[in-house]
């Protein structure tokens, strides 16, 4: 059994603490429109402060606790003022995803016995559109899309940005944020406000059943997430994250003292 000192223990609760701190998104989230219609898709406009996404991404690993992250981002639904809302025709007549690359580095720890933090080093996307239904998974470890003739609406790369993990024993909770650049590529798709956010925030939270471990790496499929244009400050989910590591960190206490 792996041992944690009480001194490791308070630091890695301090960490997840001040990580929990500059996660997720305002309490008073922008509000914003797309107009799927005006680029061309086969859908209604809809306004929404939140985008849920779907994660499908592989990770693998580098020497010295470098980091190489790829995949899609399928946008499965919106929300307004924490309801979730009826998005006329998404991922049936038309649909969303973004296309992603990232690179950075972690603590070294292995995320099965230890809590891990670490940080994006680099990160690009586009945001695209696509017309009829599609779906998301892998070809071995790589990524896959049916999307087709998708349009890119939007693109950016990294501000800043941070990933984490927390071990289960047999598995862990994987999750990262990020502030990115966003720009408009089809300036009419986004409708208001205008001129339309400059930033978005990504914030993921993966569970231990949406990880599968390969030599090497771990893929995520079907992770959770959502994509707003606040501020980065906390929101109920960053601290559901912070509570789910205090807690595995408490299991590996009680653990320890028997």
Known sequence: MNQHSPSSLRQAAVALSLLALSAGASAALTTFTLDPVAAGLSGAAFTADNLLISDYATVTNGVGGSFTETGFLSITGAQLNNQNLTVPGLNSSYGLYIAFTGTGTSDGNNPLTQVSLGNFST????????????SFGFSGTTPTTTAASPTPLA?????????????????????ANATVNFNTLAAAFFAAPSPFSSEA????????????LFAGGFMINSGGGTINFAAPVPEPHSYAMLMAGLGVLGLVARRRRR
């Open 123 to 134: 990160l690009t996307y586009t945001l695209y559109g696509y017309n009829g239904a599609a």
């Open 155 to 175: 693109s950016g790369s990294l501000v800043n940005g941070s990933v984490f993990s927390f071990p289960t024993g047999t598995s862990f909770f994987p999750g």
């Open 201 to 212: 925030l990504v914030s993921f939270s993966n569970t231990p059943s949406q990880v599968a």
